[in-house]
């Protein structure tokens, strides 16, 4: 059988999912707090990147683990 292109270990992307939310709604709470407004083009930014930063973390956690 073919090894996957990339690996994928779901305990881990949901840890770091969630603590990537946890940064983006702290995020959020201070751009509202600072600026008074969050636009609509911001809070669908972060919902598209959020999963892909938290993609990028889980990867580099599975591969420094690997590693040592």
């Known amino acids: 059988?073919?090894?996957p292109?990339?690996?994928f270990e779901p305990g881990v992307f949901w840890r770091v999912f969630a603590a990537?939310?946890?940064?983006v709604l702290l995020g959020w709470?201070?751009?509202y707090r600072i600026f008074g407004e969050l636009k609509t083009v911001d809070?669908?930014?972060s919902l598209f990147c959020a999963?892909?930063?938290a993609y990028l973390v889980h990867l580099?956690?599975?591969y420094s683990r690997d590693d040592g």
């Open 5 to 7: 292109l990339l690996d």
């Open 29 to 31: 709470a201070a751009a």
């Open 43 to 45: 809070i669908c930014g």
């Open 1 to 3: 059988m073919k090894e």
């Open 51 to 53: 999963p892909v930063f």
């Open 20 to 23: 990537t939310l946890m940064v």
């Open 60 to 62: 580099w956690i599975i």
